[in-house]
T-cell receptor, first 109, second 119 residues
């Protein structure tokens, strides 16, 4: 079973920041927080991951709360091509991924 | 990241037949994973395939229905046997992005999937 809770859907205006929340209150000390997205008809794409520190790469930023029970994925300037289902997954490094329902992000012009 | 080539990209099959899906990776990887994504649903792990040993199946999936081969560190196949319309799904393979040090991994890479329709 997935160990994360995400809102089923969100809208975001093009050019604005998209903030996608994820609750993972039962996360263990050795579990990372991974974010993937799946654009229609494609395989999931890795976005970012972190253990306890905030992380940033060319795609997004990941903010993890101090108690690690929740996190937020931030797309700083959402474009129409960011419309996808976003999955938040917690798992130890090297383990298989268990997908929950994800958040369907719709970026609107 | 590893690059995965998955074939076929899509197929329409008659019920009762079998389809073998191939997953080729451009680098050696220890573990390969097979997922199923039913229409409108999230991904569900079918099995984990390690080279030189039998695949490990998740609850609800059995070897007779989904036999898997893993002849070397860059290739795997998943067969969907004795198909019924309920097997219509997207099937995806996935590999770890970095084999050498899992603590430096950058997640997993997925193939583009095989869209299977059983009629």
């Amino acid at each position: 079973d997935a160990k994360t809770t995400q809102p089923p859907s969100m809208d975001c205006a093009e050019g604005r920041a998209a903030n996608l929340p994820c609750n993972h209150s039962t996360i263990s000390g050795n579990e990372y927080v991974y974010w993937y997205r799946q654009i229609h008809s494609q395989g999931p794409q890795y976005i970012i991951h972190g253990l306890k520190n905030n992380e940033t790469n060319e795609m997004a930023s990941l903010i993890i709360t101090e108690d690690r029970k929740s996190s937020t994925l931030i797309l700083p300037h959402a474009t129409l091509r960011d419309t996808a289902v976003y999955y938040c997954i917690v798992t130890p490094a090297g383990n298989m991924l268990t997908f929950g329902g994800g958040t369907r992000l719709m970026v609107k012009p | 990241s590893a690059v995965i080539s998955q074939k076929p990209s899509r197929d329409i099959c008659q019920r009762g037949t079998s389809l073998t899906i191939q997953c080729q990776v451009d680098s050696q990887v220890t573990m390969m994973f097979w997922y199923r994504q039913q229409p409108g649903q999230s991904l569900t792990l079918i099995a984990t395939a390690n080279q030189g040993s039998e695949a490990t199946y998740e609850s609800g999936f059995v070897i007779d229905k989904f036999p898997i081969s893993r002849p070397n560190l860059t290739f795997s196949t998943l067969t969907v046997s004795n198909m019924s319309p309920e097997d219509s799904s997207i099937y995806l393979c996935s590999v770890e992005a970095s084999r050498d040090n899992p603590y430096l991994n950058y997640g997993y890479t997925f193939g583009s999937g095989t869209r299977l329709t059983v009629v």
